[in-house]
């Protein structure tokens, strides 16, 4: 069973970046499908982006396209999620999610190992 650790939300201006991880341990990554949700206060939980076991296939929400990237360190056991040119709608807890399988999904409800999440928020 894989225990999931996310870090490296925090305040950041319109038009910046961060860089979010979730590390893993427990088992490895690559043993997974991987991918990162968000919830923003009052709403439901929203996929973001998904990445394949073999991590050759991404999936990326349309309204990130172009400005967010999954990838994945197999030698650091850690899932990233780097976001360029935020926006405030972007406001979010950030949550990592494992699934067993090797596809990515957009469906939360098939992912059954997530972690605790990590906040970001982006002002005007």
């Known amino acids: 069973q894989v225990q999931l650790v996310e870090s490296g939300g925090g305040l950041v201006q319109a038009g910046g970046s961060l860089r979010l991880s979730c590390a893993a341990s427990?088992?490895?990554?690559?043993?997974?499908?991987m991918a990162w949700f968000r919830q923003a206060p009052g709403k439901g939980r929203e996929f973001v982006a998904g990445?394949?076991?073999?991590?050759?296939?991404?999936d990326i929400a349309d309204s990130v396209k172009g400005r967010f990237t999954i990838s994945r360190d197999n030698a650091k056991n850690t899932l990233y999620l780097q976001m360029n040119n935020l926006k405030p709608e972007d406001t979010a807890v950030y949550l990592c999610?494992?699934?067993?399988?090797?596809?990515?999904?957009?469906?939360?409800?098939?992912?059954?190992?997530w972690g605790q999440g990590t906040q970001v928020t982006v002002s005007s």
């Open positions: 427990g088992r490895t990554l690559s043993s997974y499908a």
């Open positions: 999610a494992a699934r067993d399988g090797s596809g990515s999904t957009r469906n939360r409800f098939q992912y059954g190992y």
């Open positions: 990445l394949t076991r073999s991590g050759s296939s991404t």
